[in-house]
């Protein structure tokens, strides 16, 4: 679908004809079915276009997200730059709330526009409309709307963020001491290269777990079972903590089912080392599940969507 008459009229075609609608992009953080009935949509809208303010953008969903950042940047604006080289589309990054490295989405949103499958209509949300979250938005969970645009503010002036110890050491090897927000996403899109397998040679969909989420005193107590696993502050009292930290304390980097594997690189990465399908994918993953609420009483969520069957 490369333009909002097609999508809806093929919204209006499903609905006639009680198809399911699959809504995909890229594919880069869903888990298919072996299976897959109803009517699929692939989203190409494209376009970026920078206005009415010099520090707002309007992308169409079907952009590469890299693609955005780096044209953002081109024109001297800044605060995507820690979101450099995560894989996907422009309309799936408020779905998920991407984040890394201290930014997240949700921190330069200003609105989106959706088609709402069930009435037909067009709508906009604001930021307080979409319930933006950790890994988390009201679209996460529901198919009701299609993103075909969203409007982003960002800085004018460069505000570097650069608190993750990763980027501050791979700044210091380049002996960049004032980094502008090109040196920024440079330095990410190598770290995160070195520490992840690219899934155009190995099929992934990236981190598979969210961090998750605890109280103080838990991770106290985490602590003295494991010492350095690494912690964020969060608001009332909780702390976030490392997943990969936690998967590799329990030693599950090349923990297998069928095909799927934890990556040898990163302990949040599942491989696809074959002809994996959903149910090796499910079954590693409640192993993955089920080992760390055993050993550290924590649950692990997963980030990528898997798409129903029917």
């Not at 490369?2 to 075609?13: G, P, R, S, Y």
């Not at 006639?16 to 079915?33: F, H, W």
């Not at 276009?49 to 081109?74: C, F, M, Q």
């Amino acid at each position: 679908m490369n333009d909002e008459t097609t999508l809806e009229n093929a919204c209006k075609f499903a609905k006639a004809n009680s198809l399911k609608l699959n809504i995909i992009a890229t594919g880069s953080n869903i888990i298919l079915p072996k299976i897959l009935s109803g009517l699929t949509l692939k989203i190409d809208i494209l376009g970026i276009k920078y206005g009415p303010r010099k520090n707002i953008v309007s992308v169409g969903a079907g952009e590469n997200w890299h693609a955005l950042v780096l044209d953002t940047i081109n024109h001297n604006l800044s605060g995507l730059e820690n979101l450099s080289l995560i894989p996907g589309s422009a309309g799936a990054a408020p779905i998920q709330n991407i984040g890394a490295y201290g930014v997240e989405f949700s921190n330069f949103f200003l609105s989106l526009r959706a088609i709402d499958v069930i009435t037909g209509q067009w709508v906009t949300f604001s930021k307080s409309e979409c319930k933006f979250g950790y890994r988390d938005s009201m679209f996460r969970n529901s198919n009701r709307y299609i993103i075909t645009s969203v409007t982003l503010e960002l800085d004018s002036e460069f505000n570097p963020i650069v608190s993750y110890p990763g980027v501050k050491k791979a700044l210091a090897s380049k002996n960049i001491r004032s980094p502008t927000a090109l040196d920024i996403s440079d330095v990410i899109c190598q770290i995160r290269e070195s520490k992840l397998p690219n899934p155009k040679e190995l099929p992934n969909v990236g981190s598979f777990f969210k961090n998750p989420i605890i109280s103080t005193s838990k991770y106290m107590d985490l602590k003295n079972q494991f010492i350095d696993v690494p912690y964020w502050d969060e608001s009332n009292g909780m702390v976030k903590i490392s997943a990969g930290a936690l998967l590799d304390k329990l030693n599950c980097k090349g923990l297998s089912e069928g095909n799927i594997k934890v990556s040898k690189l990163h302990s949040l990465v599942l491989v696809n080392h074959g002809k994996a399908v959903d149910q090796d994918v499910l079954a590693l993953v409640s192993k993955l599940q089920a080992l760390v609420k055993q050993k550290c009483n924590i649950q692990l969520n997963v980030e990528p969507i898997f798409l129903s069957p029917k």
